[in-house]
C-alpha cells in the first residue's frame, strides 16, 4: 500500500509504502505529524462509510419528523385552552406515538417516502382531531394548515435526500475530517497561490483506492475516488497523557455532544450502542479505551489469541496491567495484580504501555488496522524503547498490521532494526529521511535501504555536544591545574 502527499502541510511530494512497519525521521517541523494526521483522516473519513450514510441520513429525517410534531404539538395555546383537557391528551399521546413509529421504522422494507406519507396521512384522517370540540373552526383550519404546509416542507427535503447519494457523502465526509483533523489548513499555510493543487492519495498494485484533489483547502467536486479497501479502522496515538481524560459519563459526553441525551443513556447503561460520528483522533481514542465500540466479541477473540501470545509475554516484561472501569465510582483505574491506581498518577510511560495493552485485550488492533504512532518513544527510557520496539515488531508479524511511526531517537530505531532482523520482516520495513527542499520551507520523505544515513544525521548533533562538553570539561580542568 502506498500513501501519497503533495502540496500537504510542508510536504511537497512524497509516496509513503505501508508494507508492515514504516518508520519516519527528522527534524522538529519538518511534517511528520502531517503524515500522521492526514493518512488518519482519510481513512477515518472513508470507514464504515455505508454505516455512517444510512446514520446520517436516519438522523436528518428523526429531526425533520420532530419539527412536524413540534410544531402540532404548539400550534396554538388556544388549541390546549379550548380542548377539553381528556381531548387534548389524547391528541397529544397520538402524536408523540406517530413520531415513535416513524422514528423506529427505518428497517423496514418500505421506501422512506411512503412511510412518511403514510404518517402524514394517518394523522390528516385521524378522528381524533376531528373529535375535538369546543374549539373554533378558525383554530381547527390552522391546525389542518400547518399539517398541509409541513407535509409540503418534509416531502421537499425528502427528494432531496433521495438525490444525495453515498458517493457525494463520501466526498463531504472526507472533506469534514481532513478540515477538523487539520484546523482548516491542510494546504502549506505560506503559499500565495489561489490556484494550487493539492493530492491525498492512497494505492494498492497501482490501483487507487482513495484520490483526493484539494483546492483552497475543500476536496474539489469532480477530482476524488473511493473504493472500499480492507483497512478500515486507524489509531493515531500522540499524547499518552489522554488516558487521564477518560470518564464513563462525561468524556461521552463531549465526544458526542450532538447526540440527544437519551442517545447517551443507551451509551453509559449499555456500552456498546455509540452513535458513526466522525471523530478526531483523540476523541477515537478515548472511545475505544472507555467504551466497547471497537471491542471484538469472546468468539473472535478466541478465534485469535494465539496471534497475541507472543505479544503478551514481551507485555509483561513492562506491564501486566490494564485500563478498568472504577467498581464503586463512575471512572477508570489501571488495576494490575494486587492494586489499582488513578490514571493521572500513572508514569507517563505506563500510560502509554497501558494504552497499548488496553487496545490489544480489547482487540481493537487486528489485520484491518493502521497504527499511527507521532514519537512515542519520548517518555520510554532506552530499556523501555526496546521493548516496545519489538512489540511493534510482533504487531506486524503476527497480527499483520500496518504501523506508521515518526521518531527522533537513534536507540530506538536501532532497536527496531535489531528486531526487525531478529523476527525476520526487514521486507515489511521502509525507513525515511527527511529532506528539506526550496530554502527549507518544504519537505520530501526519502526512502533508504541505508540508515547509516540516519544514524548519520543523530550522530552529528551528539558529536557537537560532544565535543563542546570535551572543550569546556577540558578548560574547566586546565584552571584547576593552574
Same mark, same amino acid.
Given at each position: 500500500?502506498?500513501?501519497?502527499?503533495?502540496?500537504?502541510?510542508?510536504?511537497?511530494?512524497?509516496?509513503?509504502?505501508?508494507?508492515?512497519?514504516?518508520?519516519?525521521?527528522?527534524?522538529?517541523?519538518?511534517?511528520?505529524?502531517?503524515?500522521?494526521? /492526514?493518512?488518519?483522516?482519510?481513512?477515518?473519513?472513508?470507514?464504515?462509510?455505508?454505516?455512517? &450514510?444510512?446514520?446520517?441520513?436516519?438522523?436528518?429525517?428523526?429531526?425533520?419528523?420532530?419539527?412536524?410534531?413540534?410544531?402540532?404539538?404548539?400550534?396554538?395555546?388556544?388549541?390546549?385552552?379550548?380542548?377539553?383537557?381528556?381531548?387534548?391528551?389524547? &391528541?397529544?399521546?397520538?402524536?408523540?406515538?406517530?413520531?415513535?413509529?416513524?422514528?423506529?421504522?427505518?428497517?423496514?422494507?418500505?421506501?422512506?417516502?411512503?412511510?412518511?406519507?403514510?404518517?402524514?396521512?394517518?394523522?390528516?384522517?385521524?378522528?381524533?382531531?376531528?373529535?375535538?370540540?369546543?374549539?373554533? %373552526?378558525?383554530?381547527?383550519?390552522?391546525?389542518?394548515?400547518?399539517?398541509?404546509?409541513?407535509?409540503?416542507?418534509?416531502?421537499?427535503?425528502?427528494?432531496?435526500?433521495?438525490?444525495?447519494?453515498?458517493?457525494?457523502?463520501?466526498?463531504?465526509?472526507?472533506?469534514?475530517?481532513?478540515?477538523?483533523?487539520?484546523?482548516?489548513?491542510?494546504?502549506?499555510?505560506?503559499?500565495?497561490?489561489?490556484?494550487?493543487?493539492?493530492?491525498?492519495?492512497?494505492?494498492?498494485?497501482?490501483?487507487?483506492?482513495?484520490?483526493?484533489?484539494?483546492?483552497?483547502?475543500?476536496?474539489?467536486?469532480?477530482?476524488?475516488?473511493?473504493?472500499?479497501?480492507?483497512?478500515?479502522?486507524?489509531?493515531?496515538?500522540?499524547?499518552?497523557?489522554?488516558?487521564?481524560?477518560?470518564?464513563?459519563?462525561?468524556?461521552?459526553?463531549?465526544?458526542?455532544?450532538?447526540?440527544?441525551?437519551?442517545?447517551?443513556?443507551?451509551?453509559?447503561?449499555?456500552?456498546?450502542?455509540?452513535?458513526?460520528?466522525?471523530?478526531?483522533?483523540?476523541?477515537?481514542?478515548?472511545?475505544?479505551?472507555?467504551?466497547?465500540? &471497537?471491542?471484538?466479541?469472546?468468539?473472535?477473540?478466541?478465534?485469535?489469541?494465539?496471534? &497475541?501470545?507472543?505479544?503478551?509475554?514481551?507485555?509483561?516484561?513492562?506491564?501486566?496491567?490494564?485500563?478498568?472501569?472504577?467498581?464503586?465510582?463512575?471512572?477508570?483505574?489501571?488495576?494490575?495484580?494486587?492494586?489499582?491506581?488513578?490514571?493521572?498518577?500513572? /508514569?507517563?510511560?505506563?500510560?502509554?504501555?497501558?494504552?497499548?495493552?488496553?487496545?490489544?485485550?480489547?482487540?481493537?488492533?487486528?489485520?484491518?488496522?493502521?497504527?499511527?504512532?507521532?514519537?512515542? %518513544?519520548?517518555?520510554?527510557?532506552?530499556?523501555?524503547?526496546?521493548?516496545?520496539?519489538?512489540?511493534?515488531?510482533?504487531?506486524?508479524?503476527?497480527?499483520?498490521?500496518?504501523?506508521?511511526?515518526?521518531?527522533?531517537?537513534?536507540?530506538?530505531?536501532?532497536?527496531?532494526?535489531?528486531?526487525?532482523?531478529?523476527?525476520?520482516?526487514?521486507?515489511?520495513?521502509?525507513?525515511?529521511?527527511?529532506?528539506?527542499?526550496?530554502?527549507?520551507?518544504?519537505?520530501?520523505?526519502?526512502?533508504?535501504?541505508?540508515?547509516?544515513?540516519?544514524?548519520?544525521?543523530?550522530?552529528?548533533?551528539?558529536?557537537?555536544?560532544?565535543?563542546?562538553?570535551?572543550?569546556? /570539561?577540558?578548560?574547566?580542568?586546565?584552571?584547576?591545574?593552574?
Amino acid at each position: 500500500m502506498k500513501f501519497t502527499l503533495k502540496n500537504i502541510g510542508l510536504i511537497k511530494n512524497s509516496e509513503i509504502t505501508l508494507d508492515g512497519l514504516t518508520v519516519i525521521t527528522g527534524h522538529n517541523n519538518s511534517g511528520k505529524t502531517t503524515v500522521g494526521k /492526514a493518512l488518519y483522516a482519510c481513512i477515518e473519513g472513508a470507514s464504515e462509510i455505508e454505516t455512517k &450514510y444510512e446514520k446520517h441520513k436516519n438522523d436528518y429525517i428523526q429531526q425533520t419528523s420532530r419539527k412536524f410534531i413540534f410544531v402540532l404539538l404548539n400550534t396554538d395555546e388556544q388549541l390546549k385552552k379550548c380542548a377539553r383537557k381528556k381531548q387534548f391528551k389524547e &391528541y397529544s399521546n397520538k402524536i408523540k406515538e406517530l413520531l415513535n413509529v416513524i422514528e423506529h421504522s427505518f428497517k423496514s422494507e418500505i421506501p422512506l417516502k411512503q412511510k412518511i406519507l403514510d404518517f402524514i396521512y394517518l394523522f390528516e384522517t385521524n378522528e381524533i382531531i376531528q373529535s375535538l370540540t369546543n374549539i373554533s %373552526e378558525d383554530l381547527l383550519l390552522t391546525v389542518k394548515h400547518n399539517i398541509s404546509f409541513l407535509k409540503e416542507d418534509i416531502l421537499k427535503n425528502l427528494d432531496k435526500i433521495n438525490n444525495y447519494s453515498i458517493t457525494e457523502f463520501v466526498k463531504d465526509n472526507l472533506n469534514s475530517m481532513l478540515r477538523t483533523e487539520f484546523s482548516k489548513q491542510i494546504q502549506p499555510v505560506k503559499n500565495r497561490t489561489k490556484s494550487l493543487i493539492s493530492e491525498l492519495k492512497i494505492s494498492i498494485d497501482n490501483l487507487d483506492i482513495l484520490n483526493i484533489n484539494i483546492s483552497n483547502n475543500n476536496i474539489i467536486n469532480d477530482k476524488y475516488t473511493y473504493k472500499y479497501f480492507k483497512y478500515d479502522n486507524t489509531f493515531l496515538i500522540d499524547n499518552p497523557f489522554i488516558i487521564d481524560e477518560l470518564d464513563t459519563f462525561t468524556s461521552l459526553t463531549d465526544i458526542s455532544g450532538s447526540l440527544s441525551n437519551f442517545i447517551i443513556d443507551d451509551i453509559y447503561l449499555n456500552n456498546k450502542y455509540i452513535d458513526n460520528i466522525n471523530l478526531l483522533h483523540n476523541e477515537k481514542l478515548k472511545l475505544a479505551l472507555s467504551t466497547n465500540k &471497537y471491542t471484538k466479541n469472546i468468539f473472535e477473540k478466541g478465534l485469535n489469541k494465539d496471534l &497475541y501470545k507472543n505479544i503478551n509475554n514481551i507485555f509483561n516484561k513492562a506491564i501486566s496491567g490494564t485500563i478498568s472501569v472504577k467498581k464503586q465510582d463512575r471512572g477508570f483505574e489501571y488495576v494490575c495484580n494486587d492494586y489499582s491506581l488513578n490514571l493521572s498518577n500513572l /508514569a507517563t510511560g505506563t500510560k502509554l504501555f497501558a494504552i497499548m495493552k488496553t487496545l490489544l485485550d480489547k482487540g481493537a488492533i487486528d489485520s484491518n488496522t493502521i497504527l499511527i504512532l507521532d514519537e512515542p %518513544e519520548s517518555h520510554l527510557h532506552p530499556e523501555w524503547q526496546n521493548i516496545f520496539a519489538e512489540l511493534l515488531v510482533l504487531l506486524v508479524k503476527d497480527v499483520d498490521c500496518r504501523i506508521l511511526l515518526t521518531t527522533h531517537s537513534p536507540n530506538f530505531l536501532l532497536a527496531i532494526e535489531a528486531f526487525m532482523y531478529k523476527h525476520n520482516i526487514k521486507d515489511k520495513c521502509n525507513f525515511y529521511k527527511t529532506q528539506f527542499i526550496e530554502n527549507n520551507e518544504y519537505v520530501d520523505y526519502v526512502l533508504t535501504n541505508n540508515t547509516n544515513e540516519i544514524y548519520g544525521e543523530f550522530v552529528k548533533f551528539l558529536s557537537q555536544v560532544k565535543d563542546i562538553r570535551n572543550t569546556y /570539561a577540558n578548560y574547566k580542568e586546565n584552571i584547576d591545574d593552574e
